[in-house]
DNA sequence: AAGAGGCCCTGATAGC
DNA sequence: TGCTATCAGGGCCTCT
């Protein structure tokens, strides 16, 4: 699921239902993810209290009041589902990949307060979980990270100086975390869509004029998803709560064979591998 | 050093 | 109904 948008969402949403609370008992029921769960995490966070859920890029950052904490990463189907018990199981979804019922395989963590229950769900198992004692220890582990759309370093000349003698396409670029942080398949379909550029096009080949819009549009783009709750792609009928819509209004993402939705261009949007990723462009307007 | 490709995993869906 | 193949929103590792 997660891009940096659905990230942001559940960030959100975890500030808004856990903020304050007191992890009363933790169990990991399976500790295989991309990486081993680490054995003294429940050691380390029982009894704590939540001081705030923080986001960098694709990684949700549980803070913990002694500034100690751990770092979720969704992978490509982690879902975070909170159930209050106050309200007799009713469930509030976090997660944009299923539908708001509690799944009952690949639940991998709970996390118990007082009145409500936080469930870690990772069929595919890509995701992962990450302990840090302290501030320095959780900034070094985003030390090679490129900047995030929305930072100021992330901006034409960055991207015109990054992208010198640089034969990889830009698609590729998009989704190297090393040079941005947070942007993945959809989104860098979207904005490559939105800023005119085809895929394919090799880097140190973009004008700085290309480089302004990839800057403008990367923003845009992300803002609007967060504005739309992200988006839900995938089963998405059953769902309630916190489903997004950005998927509704998709230019080019699973739209293959579609017309274009430029007005006045007469292109179609065309699927194409880059990478083992699924790319989608006009064949038309994008150049 | 940069870039290409394999691989980690399960589940949904399409095609036979 | 049941097989097989293909494809998924990510990113780490290895090889050239």
């Known amino acids: 699921m997660p891009e940096l948008p659905e990230v942001e969402i559940v960030k959100q949403s975890l500030n808004k239902k856990i903020k304050g609370k007191i992890i009363q008992k933790v169990l990991v029921k399976n500790r295989n993810l991309r990486f081993k ?23 949700i950052i549980v803070i913990l009041e002694d500034n100690s904490g751990f770092i979720i990463h969704l992978g490509m189907s982690g879902t975070i589902h909170l159930i209050d018990k106050a309200k007799k199981n009713n469930i509030t ?6 539908s708001p019922l509690l799944p009952r395989k ?27 004692d302290n501030k ?17 370093l992330f901006n034409a000349k960055y991207i015109y ?22 942007i993945g398949n959809i989104y860098a379909n979207e904005i490559l869509f939105v800023s005119k550029i085809i895929p394919t096009k090799k880097a140190k ?34 769902t309630t709560g916190n489903q997004g ?26 699927k194409k591998n880059i990478s083992n990723r699924s790319s989608f462009f006009c064949n038309i307007c994008q150049i």
Do not use: M, W
Request: aromatic share 16%.
């Open 37 to 59: 769960v680490p054995n003294n995490f429940e050691n380390k966070i029982i009894k704590k209290k939540i001081y705030k859920i923080d986001r960098f890029s694709k990684y």
């Open 93 to 98: 979804n976090s997660s944009f990949y299923n």
């Open 106 to 132: 690949h639940n991998h963590i709970e996390i118990k307060f007082n009145k409500t229950k936080l469930i870690y769900n990772d069929p595919r198992r890509f995701g992962y979980l990450s302990i840090f």
């Open 136 to 152: 320095k220890e959780l900034n070094k582990k985003f030390y090679s990270y490129g900047p995030e759309p929305f930072s100021s």
């Open 161 to 182: 100086n990054y992208f010198k003698n640089k034969k990889k396409n830009i698609k590729n670029f998009l989704l190297d975390q090393k040079f941005v942080s947070g």
């Open 205 to 238: 080949n973009l004008s700085l004029n290309d480089c302004k819009k990839i800057f403008y549009f990367s923003k845009i783009i992300l803002k609007k998803a967060i504005e739309k709750g992200g988006s839900s792609i995938r089963d998405f009928k059953n």
């Open 245 to 270: 819509s950005f998927q509704k209004i998709f230019k080019v993402y699973q739209r293959e064979n579609l017309k274009c939705l430029k007005s006045g261009c007469k292109g179609v949007i065309k």
